[in-house]
Every structure is written in structure tokens, then in C-alpha cells.
């Protein structure tokens, strides 16, 4: 595997339905980044983590719960999400974010969530 | 008030034509860094080009030409003889600090269609 890879690419799911997403990073960085992509909306920044700390969080709904064990590893876990949380959820990754540093960010193919 | 307006939110041409894709921003920051990612149907951002704020040499990359211009607050993508292959949504970035991260917000994009 390259590249920064989501499973799973689609999902479903209830309002009441517990779920995960996943994203993995094979380039050996150290930032790692949630966004959400709505239709006509810009792609919102929802969580940020560097060397596993979460840097940023923009006021995200706390159904939404990311999780990031280890510098490759990112998570967002779901819980009694609403209709209006149907989107593409982007995962990213950069070099990482350490004194100031910018790096341009590679993304994953994305989940496609529809909520129920 | 957006940070970055891409005002045009689908463009449409014939393959061969040039076409110019706007981004305006807005920042108080001297150093800042602007991006233009490149958004093909499979749903994965991808990376096309970083500038940094001091840096206000245009850019060429094939058919890719870039014009940043401070005096506009503008960064604008060119096409040169587009292609269908370059059907695609085209975004615009703007990392400013934000705590001790540069922290990208993105524009809402531009949908480019090349017509055969």
C-alpha cells in the first residue's frame, strides 16, 4: 500500500449505529488531519494531530471522537450522527507540524457516509 | 467573510482552450502560504503547488502556470491547451499560523469541465 489509504470507502448507517472510519498513511509523516466535504460547502477542518497530539479541534460535535494511537494511525470513531453529517470525510497527512513548518498535505480517497 | 473565495464555481471549455482558474484571499499575516490541489472524480486531493508569501515568482509546470500577485491578494491557475483529463475540481488553500501550525483553509472550489 502508498499513500494515504480510508476503509472503508462507503457506509451507511442509522442514526443509532456505532461506527469507525480509518485512515492509514504509508510516507512516514507525523501530521494527520480529518476534514468533512459537503456538497457546495469548503472542506471543513475538523481535527488535527501531530506526533499523536491533537493540535486542533474546531469545534467539532462531540459525536465525532478521533483517535490517533500512533503517528500512522487515524481514526474517527461515529456516534448517533444526524442526517446532516452525510459527507465525505477526507483524511490527510504532512510531514508534520513542528516550528512553523508547512508541508503540503496528501490526502485519501475518502469515506462516503450517508446517514440514515 | 471567506479567507479564500474562488468566485468562479464551475467552469466549462473545449479542449485546447486555456483557462484561468481565480483565487482571491485574505490575511493580515506577512508570511503565509497558498496551495492549489487538484480534485479528480476518484475523490483524493492532490497536490500541485506551494507558495510561500516572499515568493512572488510566477511558476510554469508543463501546462501549468501559476500568477501570485500580493497586490491583489491573488493566486491565480492557468491551463494552458486543457485537456479532459483535466476535468476536475480544482481548490485553493491558504495556511496561516494558527497557534504555532500553519493551519490550511480552503476555498470552495472551482469544478472545471473539458469538453472533447
Known amino acids: 500500500e502508498t499513500g494515504v489509504t480510508q476503509t472503508p470507502r462507503h457506509l451507511v448507517m442509522g442514526m443509532t449505529n456505532k461506527k469507525s472510519l480509518k485512515c492509514e498513511q504509508h510516507?512516514?509523516?507525523?501530521?494527520m488531519y480529518w476534514y468533512k466535504q459537503s456538497a457546495k460547502k469548503p472542506l471543513e477542518l475538523m481535527f488535527v494531530?501531530?506526533?499523536?497530539?491533537?493540535?486542533e479541534n474546531n469545534s467539532v460535535p462531540s459525536r465525532f471522537s478521533p483517535e490517533c494511537p500512533n503517528s500512522s494511525h487515524l481514526f474517527l470513531h461515529l456516534h448517533t450522527l444526524q442526517p446532516e453529517d452525510s459527507a465525505l470525510y477526507l483524511c490527510?497527512?504532512?510531514?508534520?507540524?513542528?516550528?512553523?513548518?508547512?508541508?503540503?498535505?496528501?490526502f485519501g480517497p475518502g469515506t462516503r457516509l450517508t446517514v440514515l | 467573510a471567506q479567507k479564500v473565495t474562488q468566485a468562479q464555481t464551475e467552469i466549462s471549455v473545449v479542449e485546447k482552450e486555456d483557462v484561468t482558474l481565480d483565487c482571491v484571499y485574505e490575511?493580515?499575516?506577512?508570511?503565509?502560504?497558498l496551495f492549489w490541489y487538484k480534485q479528480p472524480p476518484s475523490g483524493e486531493l492532490v497536490f500541485l503547488i506551494r507558495r510561500n508569501s516572499f515568493d512572488e515568482q510566477n511558476e510554469i509546470s508543463g501546462r501549468y502556470s501559476w500568477n501570485f500577485q500580493k497586490s491583489t491578494s491573488s493566486f491565480n491557475f492557468t491551463i494552458t491547451a486543457s485537456q479532459v483529463v483535466d476535468s476536475a475540481v480544482y481548490f485553493c488553500?491558504?495556511?496561516?499560523?494558527?497557534?504555532?501550525?500553519?493551519?490550511?483553509?480552503f476555498g470552495r472550489g472551482t469544478s472545471l469541465i473539458v469538453h472533447p
Open positions: 510516507l512516514g509523516h507525523n501530521a
Open positions: 488553500a491558504l495556511s496561516e499560523r494558527s497557534g504555532g501550525s500553519y493551519i490550511p483553509t
Open positions: 490575511t493580515r499575516d506577512t508570511t503565509y502560504y
Open positions: 490527510a497527512s504532512s510531514q508534520d507540524l513542528t516550528r512553523g513548518a508547512v508541508h503540503e498535505q496528501f
Open positions: 494531530y501531530n506526533f499523536k497530539e491533537q493540535t
